[in-house]
Protein backbone atom coordinates (compact mmCIF):
# COMPACT_ATOMS: atom_id res chain seq x y z
CA UNK A 1 0.00 0.00 0.00
CA UNK A 2 1.65 3.01 -1.10
CA UNK A 3 1.67 6.30 1.36
CA UNK A 4 -1.58 7.90 -1.33
CA UNK A 5 -3.12 4.76 -0.38
CA UNK A 6 -2.80 5.42 3.33
CA UNK A 7 -6.26 5.64 5.55
CA UNK A 8 -6.91 8.21 7.66
CA UNK A 9 -10.04 8.31 9.77
CA UNK A 10 -12.11 10.57 9.07
CA UNK A 11 -15.02 12.14 11.38
CA UNK A 12 -18.40 13.91 10.53
CA UNK A 13 -21.97 14.48 10.87
CA UNK A 14 -24.59 13.13 8.36
CA UNK A 15 -28.43 13.56 7.95
CA UNK A 16 -29.77 10.18 10.03
CA UNK A 17 -31.40 9.05 6.50
CA UNK A 18 -28.83 8.96 4.62
CA UNK A 19 -26.82 6.99 6.89
CA UNK A 20 -29.68 4.44 6.92
CA UNK A 21 -29.87 4.59 2.76
CA UNK A 22 -26.28 4.43 2.99
CA UNK A 23 -26.47 1.29 5.07
CA UNK A 24 -29.15 -0.26 2.83
CA UNK A 25 -27.09 0.02 -0.07
CA UNK A 26 -24.40 -1.58 1.59
CA UNK A 27 -25.62 -4.47 2.92
CA UNK A 28 -27.41 -4.82 -1.09
CA UNK A 29 -24.10 -5.03 -2.74
CA UNK A 30 -22.40 -6.51 0.09
CA UNK A 31 -20.02 -4.19 0.91
CA UNK A 32 -19.45 -1.60 3.77
CA UNK A 33 -20.81 2.20 4.34
CA UNK A 34 -17.23 2.85 4.55
CA UNK A 35 -16.71 1.31 1.04
CA UNK A 36 -19.54 3.33 -0.66
CA UNK A 37 -18.32 6.85 1.06
CA UNK A 38 -14.28 6.69 -0.67
CA UNK A 39 -16.29 5.22 -3.81
CA UNK A 40 -18.73 8.09 -3.28
CA UNK A 41 -15.78 10.60 -2.80
CA UNK A 42 -13.80 9.53 -5.06
CA UNK A 43 -15.67 10.08 -8.08
CA UNK A 44 -17.13 13.64 -6.96
CA UNK A 45 -13.51 14.59 -6.67
CA UNK A 46 -12.32 13.22 -9.84
CA UNK A 47 -15.80 15.01 -11.60
CA UNK A 48 -15.09 18.42 -10.38
CA UNK A 49 -11.21 18.48 -10.25
CA UNK A 50 -11.99 17.82 -14.56
CA UNK A 51 -14.64 20.30 -14.96
CA UNK A 52 -13.44 23.62 -16.51
CA UNK A 53 -15.23 25.56 -13.84
CA UNK A 54 -13.14 24.02 -11.08
CA UNK A 55 -10.15 24.17 -13.25
CA UNK A 56 -10.45 27.99 -13.89
CA UNK A 57 -11.27 28.73 -10.02
CA UNK A 58 -7.82 26.85 -9.67
CA UNK A 59 -6.41 29.06 -11.81
CA UNK A 60 -7.48 32.25 -10.87
CA UNK A 61 -6.70 31.35 -6.74
CA UNK A 62 -2.83 30.38 -7.80
CA UNK A 63 -2.93 33.56 -9.97
CA UNK A 64 -3.58 35.77 -7.11
CA UNK A 65 -1.39 34.01 -4.84
CA UNK A 66 -4.38 32.13 -2.86
CA UNK A 67 -3.02 28.78 -4.10
CA UNK A 68 0.90 27.36 -3.72
CA UNK A 69 1.81 24.76 -6.41
CA UNK A 70 1.89 21.87 -3.89
CA UNK A 71 -2.32 22.41 -3.31
CA UNK A 72 -2.77 23.27 -7.50
CA UNK A 73 -0.72 19.89 -8.22
CA UNK A 74 -3.45 17.87 -5.76
CA UNK A 75 -6.16 19.34 -7.60
CA UNK A 76 -6.03 19.78 -11.15
CA UNK A 77 -2.97 17.18 -11.20
CA UNK A 78 1.11 18.23 -11.75
CA UNK A 79 0.88 18.57 -15.74
CA UNK A 80 -1.82 20.99 -15.59
CA UNK A 81 0.37 22.78 -12.41
CA UNK A 82 3.36 22.99 -14.49
CA UNK A 83 1.33 24.92 -17.10
CA UNK A 84 0.05 27.36 -14.16
CA UNK A 85 3.36 28.05 -12.92
CA UNK A 86 4.76 29.04 -16.40
CA UNK A 87 2.03 30.69 -17.34
CA UNK A 88 1.81 32.80 -13.64
CA UNK A 89 5.99 32.78 -14.40
CA UNK A 90 5.52 34.88 -17.82
CA UNK A 91 2.66 36.75 -16.87
CA UNK A 92 4.88 38.55 -13.84
CA UNK A 93 7.85 38.50 -15.71
CA UNK A 94 8.49 41.84 -17.37
CA UNK A 95 7.46 42.89 -21.02
CA UNK A 96 9.93 42.91 -23.96
CA UNK A 97 11.75 46.91 -24.16
CA UNK A 98 11.34 46.79 -28.17
CA UNK A 99 11.71 49.99 -30.21
CA UNK A 100 9.52 51.67 -32.03
CA UNK A 101 10.05 51.51 -35.92
CA UNK A 102 12.27 54.25 -36.90
CA UNK A 103 9.89 55.49 -39.67
CA UNK A 104 6.20 55.71 -40.45
CA UNK A 105 5.09 52.79 -42.50
CA UNK A 106 1.54 52.57 -44.01
CA UNK A 107 1.30 48.82 -44.26
CA UNK A 108 -1.98 49.21 -46.50
CA UNK A 109 -0.99 51.17 -48.79
CA UNK A 110 0.22 50.52 -52.52
CA UNK A 111 -0.90 47.74 -54.76
CA UNK A 112 -2.10 44.11 -53.12
CA UNK A 113 0.33 41.19 -53.91
CA UNK A 114 -1.26 37.92 -54.61
CA UNK A 115 0.29 34.79 -53.34
CA UNK A 116 1.67 32.52 -55.88
CA UNK A 117 -0.16 29.50 -55.22
CA UNK A 118 1.54 26.93 -57.43
CA UNK A 119 4.79 27.46 -55.24
CA UNK A 120 5.34 24.67 -52.53
CA UNK A 121 6.18 25.82 -49.37
CA UNK A 122 9.79 24.34 -48.75
CA UNK A 123 10.35 24.28 -44.96
Known sequence: ?????????????????L????????DLLGTDR???LVEAIREYVE??????????????SYYEDKLDVKTVKQLVGPEQAQRLRLLKADLESDPFELAAPEEERDIYSGDAVEADETTTDQR
Do not use: I, K, N
Not at 1 to 17: C, K, L, T
Not at 48 to 59: M, Q
Open 47 to 60: STADSEAFRERVAA
Open 19 to 26: VDRLDAMA
Open 34 to 36: TEL
Open 1 to 17: MGASDDRQRVHFQSPAY
